[in-house]
Nanobody, 117 residues
Framework: VQLQASGGGLVQAGGSLRLSCAAS????????MGWYRQAPGKQRELVAR???????NYADSMKGRFTISRDNAKKTVYLQMNSLKPEDTAVYYC????????????WGQGTLVTVSS
């Protein structure tokens, strides 16, 4: 099982980016999926999570600017990021609790988002 993240890049403050993360391999079902981020010199923090039935929760600083969604048929989770700020600069990691032959959490490789002022 693998998670492949994409969509990061360089954007100006106030701009938007959409991240994607696709799961592949032998997968029977996917429970929660989410996005975390880690800025230089800081700990990894939650951005947003979405359950298998579509319930979402966000970190306070992302509410109203970021939207998490998922396509269960494509085994993909998305993060739409609007009104980006320089402090959003970080490596963004996707995470998923996947039911394969075992049940465990998987992490994607990370995608860098850089917001210039």
């Amino acid at each position: 099982v693998q998670l492949q993240a994409s969509g990061g890049g360089l954007v100006q403050a106030g701009g938007s980016l959409r991240l994607s993360c696709a799961a592949s391999g032998t997968i029977f079902s996917i429970n929660d999926m989410g996005w975390y981020r880690q800025a230089p010199g800081k700990q990894r923090e939650l951005v947003a999570r979405i359950s298998s039935d579509g319930s979402t929760n966000y970190a306070d600083s992302m509410k109203g600017r970021f939207t998490i969604s998922r396509d269960n048929a494509k085994k993909t989770v998305y993060l739409q990021m609007n009104s980006l700020k320089p402090e959003d600069t970080a490596v963004y990691y996707c995470n998923a609790n996947i039911v394969s032959y075992i049940v465990r959490n998987y992490w994607g490789q990370g995608t860098l988002v850089t917001v210039s002022s």
